[in-house]
């Protein structure tokens, strides 16, 4: 099993292409064709982290953040990102991040969070725009179940909770086949009329290139004839942020005192208390301050994040409770989704939480 496996593994669960723009998720350094000896789980990438690694004998490092969000010009060791990449070097290590990407899709780092706190009816607080494509596809009536099944195999027709979406239409489709053609049906230089059906799905735009593969070796015709049509749909299936439901009311102190015991805080910053019940929980791990509006908008008590500005915490006034928990409190439950993922489908493969100190925020 090489290293590859087990990011691709990683990456059916978090593809690279939902994540941010300004991010730089995905392989840092290393080889990945070479054998996975064992992979450390982790929020950051230190030094101390990667001669952890070193001790354990894994040439596997995933982590939530980034090692490198920069372009380098050198490689010195001039600062600790540049340290790290020299020594993973040194010692021929793959150094992978699942960062946006992970934030972003149903099963991520907010749906963890809000497991934690004990919500229902959980569902993405700011789903992802024009992240959809509609693919229409003729195909001849004796082969539509096959195409149909290859495209639904292949990650096309998921709306919501259901799968195998499609709309079928039943008609006639003719065309002439040229000299130098090789039709699958009909004879050359003669017009044909083929009983056809219509085939109308729905997918990701960023699976548009694979799904287009797939659809060309399923279908029995030469030159295919199908559509991509853009969306301006919502896509309640990627996005950022969380909201759901608490299974009965909790007053507002009693609540921070239960997040605080349940993240491990060292402190929990909140803004002036509403006097509301809180019931409705919309948050967003790491710094997630921006989605504050959704979350009033939404009609949250509560708006739960990592991170958040001075003046955040005036803006609110009273329409919803702010409450900062801490960076790394907020996305240290990372390491357990990277576990949950791996462990599943390489149940033997060697898998270690990283025990070092990587909190760089310090409480008295």
């Known amino acids: 099993m090489n290293v590859l496996d087990i990011i691709k593994e990683i990456e059916k669960h978090a593809p690279l292409p939902l994540q941010e723009g300004f991010d730089n998720a995905g392989i840092q350094v290393g080889d990945v064709n070479q054998p996975a000896t064992g992979a450390l789980l982790c929020l950051d990438v230190t ?18 953040h ?31 991040a699942a960062h946006t990407n992970l934030d972003n899709v149903v099963g991520g780092v907010n749906y963890r969070i809000a497991e934690r706190i004990g919500l229902q009816n959980i569902r993405i607080l700011s789903p992802q725009k024009n992240a959809l494509l509609k693919l229409v596809a003729f195909v001849p009536e004796a082969y539509a179940k ?46 044909h009329t083929e009983r056809e059906e219509r085939i109308e799905t729905i997918i990701p735009a960023f ?20 559509d991509f049509y853009p969306l301006t749909n919502t896509w309640n299936m990627a996005g950022s942020g969380i909201i759901g439901e608490l299974p009965k009311g909790e007053n507002e102190y009693s609540f921070l005192l239960r997040i605080k015991d349940i993240f491990n805080a060292g402190c929990v910053k909140h803004s002036t208390f509403t006097g509301k019940e809180i019931r409705e929980v919309a948050l967003c791990g790491g710094h997630g301050a921006f989605l504050i509006p959704e979350a009033i908008a939404a009609g949250a008590d509560v708006f739960i994040t990592g991170e958040a500005k001075y003046n ?41 939480f990283s025990n070092v100190n990587l909190n760089p925020v310090k409480y008295l």
């Open 66 to 96: 980034p090692l490198a969000f920069k372009p380098f010009k050198s490689l010195t060791g001039s600062n600790y990102v540049e340290r790290c990449m020299m020594k993973a070097c040194k010692h021929d290590m793959v150094i992978y």
């Open 47 to 64: 030094e101390a982290v990667i001669d952890e690694a070193v001790s354990l004998g894994c040439n596997l490092i995933i982590s939530h």
């Open 312 to 352: 955040d915490f005036y803006d609110v006034e009273d329409k919803i409770l702010l409450a900062v928990i801490g960076h790394y409190e907020s996305e240290v439950c990372t390491k357990d989704i990277f576990y949950n993922i791996l462990s599943k489908n390489f149940p033997t493969f060697a898998l270690h």
């Open 146 to 191: 096959t195409v149909r099944d290859a495209l639904f195999n292949a990650g096309a027709g998921h709306i919501g909770n259901y799968d195998s979406c499609s709309f079928n239409l039943k008609g006639e489709g003719t065309f002439r086949a040229g000299e130098k053609a090789t039709p699958f049906v009909g004879e050359t230089g003669k017009l």
């Open 207 to 226: 699976r548009k290139s694979s799904i287009t593969r797939t659809l060309l070796s399923a279908h029995p015709y030469e030159e295919p004839v199908f």
